[in-house]
């Protein structure tokens, strides 16, 4: 079954820098896709970028982007120029087109003013 | 359009009642989803529905069933509540199977003494 990992439970970063969330996930199909996730206190979950296996293009979004590494089945999110309102709970996320959606256990970020 | 809402937001329940968790979608979309969302553990999907009249087990349907009569309606329905059932529970829906994008409702938090 496919599992996703994300080894760092809590981070922090200072408003305006940039931060790096890793996520890696274990899978043996070709075609897949991989999403993250913010889950602010509201908790409303809310799409923040996702990302085709089959691009080798890393998606960007505004001040998000990822460092999609397909061979080691990694994926991180990285943050640039952190903002009050980027604190919440982000989850990386695997979908198949034969497989749900799985979940990692998530992050919390911290922005520090 | 209210996207995806979910009814009720709080519910604190004893050991053995019942419950049914309703969800609904103004999207007009043809799958969705129930998950539950426990701490350090991200979200895990409990049943969904390809489609009205349709449903399945995701990874975690033991002492849940549910029911798709409507499109636009999918619920979630405990028997005799556990307090390992205890929980924050997310409804979510998506377009079709060629889309990705799933949206979620605001989250039921549900509380078995």
């Known amino acids: 079954a496919q599992t996703v990992t994300q080894s760092q439970p809590e981070m922090s970063v200072q408003e305006a820098e940039t931060v790096t969330l890793s996520c890696t996930y274990d899978?043996?199909?070709?075609?897949?896709?991989l999403f993250w996730y913010k889950q602010p206190p509201s908790r409303q979950m809310i799409l923040v970028i996702r990302?085709?296996?089959?691009?080798?293009q890393n998606a960007t979004e505004n001040r998000f982007s990822v460092n999609f590494q397909k061979a080691a089945k990694s994926f991180s999110l990285k943050i640039s120029d952190s903002q009050l309102g980027d604190a919440a709970m982000y989850f990386c996320?695997?979908?198949?087109?034969?497989?749900?959606?799985?979940f990692g256990a998530g992050t919390r970020l911290t922005v520090k003013p | 359009n209210a996207g995806v809402t979910q009814t009720p937001k709080f519910r604190v329940l004893k050991t053995g009642q019942s419950m049914t968790l309703l969800c609904a979608q103004d999207?007009?979309?043809?799958?969705m989803y129930w998950y539950r969302q426990d701490p350090g553990m991200g979200l895990r999907l409990i049943h969904y529905?390809?489609?009205?009249?349709?449903?399945a087990k995701g990874e975690v349907p033991d002492g849940y069933n549910v029911s798709r009569l409507k499109k636009q309606n999918f619920l979630l329905g405990l028997e005799s509540a556990a307090p390992s059932q205890t929980s924050v529970y997310f409804c979510?829906?998506?377009?079709?199977?060629?889309?990705?994008?799933?949206?979620f409702g605001p989250g039921t938090r549900l509380t078995v003494l």
């Open positions: 990302q085709e296996a089959y691009k080798q």
């Open positions: 999207m007009n979309h043809e799958y």
């Open positions: 899978t043996s199909e070709s075609d897949y896709y």
């Open positions: 996320a695997y979908r198949s087109a034969w497989s749900d959606m799985r």
């Open positions: 529905s390809v489609g009205e009249g349709t449903t």
């Open positions: 979510a829906s998506k377009a079709g199977a060629l889309y990705n994008e799933q949206f």
